[in-house]
């Protein structure tokens, strides 16, 4: 057991069916502006018709422990929190854009008041004992919050003996979203 | 008002912004009535209102958050059986109608001036004067078999309420029509009960779950999603035939993109294979089931090669999924599905996959068919008496539900009996009605033109209430009571309390209000309780609680029930055998197939294709149509038609470019849709999600974006034996944008 957090998520593909409740949900939460959203859905589709094969994906900011953000922020508005998140502390963010261009995972958005918004991992709830808006809302179980220095007994369980990955690993990000990949098989 | 033509003599009208919300007063009360010491206290210092959603039919549990007077997010209520503290899109979506600033705000009267035809702004007292002196006068003129409601929305009991103080009896919801009435009938007549919501499947105990064309995740029903998931998680296997490579059909084992108008047939072939391969559950067909003989013989030659030419589906595989299902029964089913009614022979199809899972014997058993049950809620005895219905039953077809309280005869008996003049009065509570597919467009319009009477209740402007000569602005599900909700059947029986999270609007008010002041300017009074917290509390009473008890947490719910049945116990069925009927003798007796039959449908003429339809998991058709909320996002801002890649290619279509469609009868879409090249539909296909291309300018977000389905429905197939609605034997091609 660590006293120290480090907050990330597990997202089980197999189960999303990418209805977006956790982008709306954000999106009230938040109060994310109109013609914005901190998270977003993906739906990619492969192979040849008709053995096709599907992934529904809820994805936001990558909450990375080597997060490029944070290293080109000129003014330190981006920065890791105590609990392993990555925020941005809007009074000193100029609106430079500098840790838009670094992100690899087109995380991030200029608000409309001027500042660089990206999802949170709602830090004002995970603080007061909550899960995440969107973990809250997910009809489907897909998406778990995971504090990744005290992994309890049902994350460990998620994970195991399963195909899980995380995206753009080769930009050494480290970051703290894995996925449970949806080509595992049933029962896996 | 009359044009002296009687067909023409109700124009459509655009209502003036002026009536509606952008333009009026909002006010937003925090009265005391809002505020109440029961109000849990949210994860903000905000208010939490429990109650439930109207966004769908599903009923879900919700959690309305209110600071300053203002809904500023909803969540599902943990408390609530059906959402487990989970909420789909739609159900956070609240906000966007309730906020949303084309809202009626004010009752409106059509007046005639110079033979223009406009409406006025009018006092609730006068226009409910007029409703009640209009819809009284027909009654008394050609008897209450001349007024009709069309409805939809959990509203309406009030209005119920108060046609039956006059003897009217005549309601219909197109979705009966449309979409889930097959279902239910199937029910009744395999298993002696209706079908009902969740549907009975024990899915997250299954193993082994085979869909026809059932677009869980597109449709989101919150209940049945959560389950499914749970079944992945156990490491359920899914089975998907769909033309189309849906989200479900994504997470399958096996997707089998089945030609579409064939899956009786498939499920013969199943049948097929189920009994010559000796894979039946040999002891509950013999102990608990009729007709088996009538059955085996009817599905003798439904090889499955045979099945194969029909359906485009390998022999090969038909018998994998047969010995698959058969393996993992009874921990398997084949789900009914929901909008089941596709081309009219719906009752079969859906008895045909009754009958698919009663051979396998899952009837009760762990992972397989189950039958939910509903909180026992004691109706107390009717306050005041009414007049004996001028009949019981109207509809003309022979297997139309006898017991079903919201409906007496098929939406579009309703229609045709208003073009034919023996409808004279309708009041349309919640349906758009232009844009529901009942008999498709041109013939709603024609009833709502030929009726002599036409009064809306709504909470937007929607294409239907420019065909009224009274409309009544009511105002939304997070501004009012309305009957306690115990008609939703699950694990653990609950009943749920609607209340208002703030205080109506602008000049709306609740349907409970409009109904009562309606019965009582006909004279009519104690017909309603004294309030509606006053009948509400009284009904909860009577099960040993209170109002003020369940508002705290928005239901009451009952310990889990046992579902299973035990070895050797009798069924008891409500059929005539009392047993599971595979051949139902009550179908042949009314000269219908005893036992489910495959019967081709029209192909398509040549460059034209099936036109397929279903939703997208953020909307609900037209109740978000014109929420700007749940419309912000690039996937829920248009609907698109879905074209094959091969051919896309024949007709040399790119993928995002628009085209018109035109159906069959040469009718082709007001607005273009956008092209979605995709590997994911078939050839002989096309699909696209209901509910958009608004013709109503006072929608002022829906308007204009994508295609309306409903338009391109010429044809309809009616089942003979229900009085379903089938729209799937109508097919487009594309006209290019110059």
């Not at chain 1, 990418?18 to 990619?44: F, I, L, M, T």
């Not at chain 2, 939490?48 to 500023?72: L, T």
């Not at chain 2, 079969?348 to 992972?367: D, E, S, T, Y």
């Not at chain 2, 050797?568 to 059929?575: A, D, H, I, R, V």
Request: glycine share 8%; with cysteine.
């Amino acid at each position: 057991m660590s006293n120290k957090k480090n907050y990330g998520m597990v997202i089980d593909t197999r189960v999303c069916v990418g209805c977006s409740a956790c982008v709306y949900a954000c999106k009230q939460e938040n109060h994310v502006p109109e013609g914005y959203c901190r998270d977003w859905v993906v739906q990619e589709t492969g192979g040849e018709y008709p053995k096709l094969t599907m992934e529904n994906r809820s994805e936001r900011c990558q909450h990375c422990d080597n997060a490029p953000c944070v290293t080109y922020c000129p003014t330190r508005a981006s920065h890791y929190a105590e609990d392993g998140t990555v925020q941005v502390n809007r009074s000193l963010c100029t609106g430079c854009k500098a840790c838009m261009a670094a992100c690899p995972y087109d995380a991030r958005f200029v608000h409309p008041e001027g500042f660089v918004d990206k999802c949170s991992l709602c830090q004002h709830r995970i603080e007061q004992g909550m899960e995440t808006a969107c973990v809250s809302i997910c009809p489907t179980g897909s998406l778990n919050l995971v504090d990744f220095n005290n992994m309890d007994q049902k994350a460990k369980q998620l994970l195991s003996g399963k195909v899980v990955y995380r995206q753009k690993e080769h930009a050494g990000t480290e970051p703290s979203l894995h996925w449970i990949s949806a080509s595992n098989k049933p029962g896996a | 008002m009359s044009h002296g033509q009687n067909f023409s003599r109700r124009d459509f009208i655009k209502i003036s912004s002026i009536f509606l919300a952008g333009s009026a007063a909002v006010t937003t009360a925090t009265g005391h009535a809002f505020s109440g010491a029961d109000d849990q206290v949210g994860d903000e210092g905000s208010r939490v209102v429990y109650s439930f959603c109207e966004h769908c039919f599903w009923r879900c549990g919700i959690a309305a958050h209110v600071r300053d007077g203002k809904v500023y997010k909803i969540t599902g209520s943990e408390h609530h059986p059906l959402s487990q503290g989970k909420l789909c899109p739609r159900g956070t979506g609240g906000t966007g109608l309730l906020y949303d600033p084309d809202r009626l705000a004010h009752p409106l009267i059509r007046e005639t001036k110079g033979g223009r035809q406009f409406y006025r702004k009018a006092s609730w007292e006068e226009a409910i004067s007029l409703v009640a002196e209009k819809l009284w006068n027909i009654k008394e003129e050609h008897g209450p078999g001349a007024l009709a409601m069309l409805h939809h929305g959990y509203g309406v009991s009030f209005f119920k309420n108060m046609f039956s103080q006059i003897g009217v009896n005549k309601y219909a919801k197109p979705s009966y029509d449309l979409c889930c009435g097959p279902a239910r009938q199937a029910s009744v007549l395999t298993y002696g009960y209706p079908s009902d919501t969740p549907e009975g499947f024990d899915m997250k105990n299954s193993k082994y779950m085979i869909f026809f064309g059932t677009h869980f995740g597109e449709n989101m029903h919150n209940t049945a999603v959560q389950e499914i998931s749970d079944g992945i998680r156990n490491g359920a296997k899914i089975v998907v035939f769909d033309p189309r490579f849906s989200t479900l059909a994504g997470k399958a084992e096996h997707w089998l993109p089945i030609k579409p108008g064939t899956d009786i047939a498939m499920m013969q072939g199943l049948m097929h294979v189920l009994i010559s391969e000796n894979l039946y559950d040999k002891a509950f067909v013999e102990a608990h089931t009729v007709g088996f003989d009538e059955l085996r013989d009817s599905v003798m030659e439904m090889t499955p090669e045979k099945v194969a030419e029909i359906t485009e589906i390998p022999a090969d595989a038909i018998r994998t999924i047969a010995r698959e299902y058969a393996f993992h029964a009874p921990a398997a089913f084949v789900h009914s599905g929901r909008r089941t009614n596709w081309y009219g022979d719906a009752l079969q199809r859906i008895r045909a996959i009754h009958i698919l899972n009663a051979l396998v014997g899952n009837f009760w058993m762990p992972g397989g068919v189950v039958a939910f049950k509903k909180f026992p809620l004691v109706q107390p005895p009717a306050a005041h008496e009414h007049p004996a219905y001028e009949k019981e039953a109207y509809s003309k077809y022979p297997f139309f539900p006898q017991d079903e309280p919201s409906n007496t005869i098929t939406s579009h008996e309703i229609i045709e009996d208003t073009i034919a003049g023996n409808i004279k009065g309708l009041l349309i509570y919640g349906v758009n009605l232009p844009e529901t597919m009942t008999l498709g467009r041109d013939k709603a319009i024609e009833a709502m033109k030929k009726a002599e009477f036409v009064v809306a209740v709504d909470v937007l402007p929607a294409e239907v209430t420019g065909y009224a000569d009274v409309v009544l602005p009511e105002c939304t599900y997070l501004e009012r009571y309305d009957d306690l909700d115990n008609g939703r059947a699950f694990r653990t029986p609950f009943v749920a309390l609607r209340q208002p999270a703030v205080a109506p609007m602008y000049d709306s008010k609740p349907g409970n209000e409009i109904a009562k002041m309606i019965t009582e300017k006909w004279g009519i009074h104690g017909a309603f309780p004294p309030s509606v917290e006053k009948g509400l509390d009284r009904k909860l009473k009577l099960v040993g609680s209170s109002l003020a008890e369940i508002r705290k947490k928005g239901v009451l719910v009952m310990p889990e029930t046992d579902l299973y049945r035990k070895p050797g116990e009798s069924l008891n069925l409500k059929t005539p055998s009392g047993k599971v009927e595979l051949a139902s003798a009550q179908l042949k007796a009314a000269g219908f197939d005893a036992v489910p039959k495959y019967v081709p449908q029209p192909e398509a003429p040549a460059g034209f294709y099936r036109m397929l339809t279903g939703r997208k998991p953020m909307l609900t058709f037209g109740r978000t149509a014109n929420n700007r909320f749940l419309g912000d996002l690039a996937t829920a801002k248009e609907n698109e038609v879905w074209v094959n890649n091969r051919i896309a290619e024949k007709h040399s279509l790119q993928n995002g470019e628009y085209v018109h469609l035109k159906n069959q009868n040469g009718v082709v879409s007001e607005f273009p849709v956008k092209v979605k090249v995709t590997q994911r539909i078939r050839t002989d296909a096309v699909y696209m999600v209901h509910g958009f291309g608004h013709t109503s300018a006072k929608l002022t977000w829906a308007y204009k974006r994508g295609a309306s389905h409903n338009q391109l429905i010429s044809r309809t197939d009616i089942d003979p034996a229900m009085g379903g609605v089938g729209f799937q034997n109508n097919f487009v091609t594309f006209i290019k944008e110059a």
